[in-house]
Structures are given as structure tokens and as C-alpha cells.
């Protein structure tokens, strides 16, 4: 198997994982009064993780009973700490559901498209990641048999698989062999890559009870309008919430086309990829919203062509989109809670070479629970979410036990 590339596309650091509980540990020497959460104070292993100073109520962050500390901080060591939870990683798989129609020759994107794309293919294939297993489906390309009516997938697509040398090879060929031809058959299309996912069973290398994902880019508005689009987002969510046997499928949305758009009934459907997210379960932020004219407030992933931009800037965009839904299912981690977990005495801290990192529960840049009621999993925002999902050998970890930490 080849080395792995600390750059990947997938899991450069922290990946979608199940937290398993356990005792926690004996406490350090009690440390002096921090000043805060983050303020270890004095002794106690300076907020870290060293069960070789001894029993007793220090260490962890906030030291010695500093403000907001829980007696002792809310680190691993804390006194009121009953439990610990190790982040162990999960597998994905992902179908990229690409647009090939027409429109796609315009202001340069279906060249950006195949140049991002053989680049995230590279990525996978230099990474030899068991974790992660990636197929292609193209519609309305000209390697599309049924010309853009399907159904899909056809067999000139590739199913999603770990990406070894025969993978990486029949990916390229799939794209680089191709060019854009017929219309939008949205809804068709990701049909085509829900009926791919909903019977896909991994095999190894690839590890199993993994994410099922599919990934739509599209530049166009659905042929059937409206009436598509709610057969689009309701079949997105069905999906999301299926209890059959090949599982629930998460969907994202990239959009490629002029934004704010001039015309969403003929050039181009922000507001419905956003609902599309939503619906799917991938919204790109907790506040995003499908009818905002901001850019950083939609809720799929935008790239916006025209302005005089060249293929390799719309190539960098396309890129940054992509690798925006690596950081999404590197920040999302499964709860499997104990039968006394109280929510409230639940904090989550990340570690690295330079020790213990706490992260408040906040919906920007912290942690919240995917339900406040019934939490099933942990999900990190903002500068928690890049932080973690960039760190090169990050862990995550589940503190019970002790008050959450808010911001």
C-alpha cells in the first residue's frame, strides 16, 4: 500500500469517528487557581494528561478551581470527570454526481471541473486511505448512453471503490475522456446516485460501516423546474433519513454559476442547491439561509464563474469546494452514549503534540450536538472544525461528568 500524503483530500487530520466511553483516569497533583477554562494555572500537569503525578482533583484546564473549572478544570484529569470517550475513525464513501451538460462549456467550467477533479483523484490515490472510497457518475456528458434522459447510472460510470491504481485509472478515463453535451436531467441523476449508494457494500480494503455521501455538481437549473426541484429535496431527505439496510445518505450540493443569479428559472438555481444541502443534511453553516444574496451565507458551496476569471482561478475555487466538504465530514463524530450521559455535563477537547485543546460548546466556532434533546452525535464549527481537521495525528475526545463549557 503507498504512503500516505498528509495533504489528501480526505482525512488530513481528524475524520468522522464513534466515540466509545470509558473510566476516567486518575487526576494529577491540584494545581494553583487558573483564571479561567483555558488557564491551567500551576502543577497538575499544566491542564495535559499525566497520570504520573499522583491522585487527587487537579490538572485538566482551569487548574485548581479557577472560574468556570469544575473543581479542578474539565481536562481528562478533572475531579468531577466520570468518563472518557476516544475518537475512533469512520469510513466514507462518496458518489460525485457531476453535471455534463452544455451549459458546462461556458466561462470555462467544465475545464476547471475535470482539472479539480483529477487533482482530488490524485490526491486520493497518493493518500491509499482505507478510509475513504470514491466513484464518479457523469450526466448529459458524451459518454452519456442515454443523452442526458437516463436512467443512471450508466455504464460508462465508475462505482465507488477504494482508490488503488485500477481505481484511480478508470476515474481519470471516466473525466478526462469526455466532454459536456445534453441538458439537466437533475433529478434522474441523483436518483442515479442514491441507486448507486443505497446497495454499496465496501470491500476491503476499504473499512466498512462507513458514510454513505453524494456529492451533485451542478451549473444548471433542473429541466423540470419546480416541480423537480421538490422531488430533488424530497427524495434527498428520504434518503437522509432511511432506516433501510444499506443505510441513511447524506447529500451535498455544489454549485457552479453566476451569483446573486440573474435568472433562477433558466440560468441558474442557488436557492434550490441550498435547500437541496439542508434537506440532505450538509448544511455549509448552522445560520446559512437559501435566500440570501451573501455568498458566505448559502448553505451549499458556491463557485462563481464570469468577472473576467481565469480556468485556473475557477479551478482554485473548485478545489476549495471540495476540500470545504473534506473539513465538513472530518468535523462530524458519531455519540454513543452511556446510559446515565446527562448533555449538559458533556465537554469535548481535541489533542495533538502540543497536548489537550478544550473547545466550547458554540454553534460558530465550537461544538454542538446534531439534537439538543436526543444527541447522537458531535459536530465542530468554524475555527474548531479547521483546527482539528487540519492537525496532522489530531484525536478527539468526549469528557463526561463535568458542566459544559458554553461560550
Excluded at 197 to 221: N, Y
Excluded at 339 to 364: C, F
Aim: hydrophobic content about 35%; overall charge negative.
Amino acid at each position: 500500500m503507498k504512503r500516505r500524503s498528509s495533504g489528501a483530500f480526505f482525512c488530513a487530520g481528524a475524520c468522522v469517528m464513534a466515540v466509545v466511553f470509558g473510566p476516567a483516569c486518575g487526576g494529577g497533583a491540584r494545581g494553583t487557581e487558573g483564571t479561567g477554562v483555558l488557564d491551567p494555572g500551576t502543577g497538575g500537569g499544566d491542564g495535559n494528561f499525566e497520570p504520573d503525578k499522583g491522585p487527587g482533583s487537579g490538572g485538566g484546564f482551569g487548574g485548581g478551581g479557577g472560574p468556570n473549572s469544575n473543581d479542578g478544570g474539565v481536562g481528562t484529569n478533572a475531579s468531577c470527570a466520570t468518563a472518557r470517550g476516544e475518537a475512533k475513525r469512520q469510513a466514507a464513501y462518496l458518489e460525485i454526481v457531476l453535471d455534463g451538460s452544455g451549459s458546462m462549456g461556458d466561462d470555462g467550467k467544465w475545464k476547471a471541473a475535470v482539472a479539480a477533479l483529477d487533482s482530488i483523484f490524485d490526491e486520493y490515490y497518493a493518500a491509499a486511505d482505507p478510509e475513504v472510497g470514491v466513484g464518479l457518475l457523469i450526466f448529459s456528458d458524451a459518454k452519456d448512453s442515454t443523452k442526458g434522459q437516463g436512467p443512471y447510472p450508466t455504464a460508462a460510470d465508475v462505482e465507488p471503490a477504494f482508490v488503488d491504481q485500477a481505481q484511480h485509472k478508470a476515474l481519470r478515463a471516466r473525466i478526462d475522456g469526455t466532454s459536456y453535451s445534453a441538458g439537466t436531467p437533475t433529478y434522474e441523476a441523483l436518483y442515479g446516485g442514491y441507486r448507486v449508494m443505497k446497495p454499496f457494500v465496501p470491500q476491503p480494503p476499504l473499512r466498512a460501516g462507513g458514510r454513505k455521501v453524494v456529492v451533485l455538481v451542478t451549473d444548471g437549473v433542473p429541466r423540470g423546474l419546480y416541480s423537480e426541484q421538490t422531488k430533488c429535496t424530497d427524495e434527498a431527505t428520504h434518503q437522509r433519513l432511511a432506516s433501510n439496510a444499506g443505510g441513511a445518505i447524506d447529500t451535498f450540493s455544489v454549485g457552479i454559476g453566476p451569483f446573486p443569479t440573474p435568472d433562477e428559472t433558466h440560468v441558474y438555481a442557488p436557492r434550490f442547491l441550498s435547500e437541496l444541502a439542508i434537506a440532505g443534511g450538509t448544511r455549509a453553516s448552522a445560520g446559512c439561509d437559501p435566500a440570501t444574496s451573501d455568498a458566505a451565507k448559502l448553505c451549499h458551496f458556491q463557485i462563481t464563474p464570469g468577472g473576467g476569471k481565469s480556468v485556473p482561478q475557477l479551478t482554485q475555487e473548485f478545489v476549495a469546494a471540495l476540500k470545504s466538504i473534506q473539513v465538513s465530514l472530518g468535523c462530524e463524530y458519531n455519540l454513543e452514549k452511556s446510559a446515565n450521559m446527562d448533555p449538559t455535563r458533556v465537554n469535548v477537547a481535541w489533542t495533538d503534540s502540543a497536548g489537550e485543546h478544550l473547545i466550547a460548546q458554540d454553534a460558530v466556532n465550537g461544538w454542538t450536538y446534531d439534537d439538543a434533546q436526543n444527541p447522537t452525535r458531535v459536530l465542530l464549527h468554524g475555527e474548531s472544525c479547521q483546527a482539528v481537521s487540519s492537525a496532522r495525528e489530531a484525536s478527539l475526545r468526549v469528557i463526561l461528568g463535568c458542566k459544559t463549557v458554553v461560550n
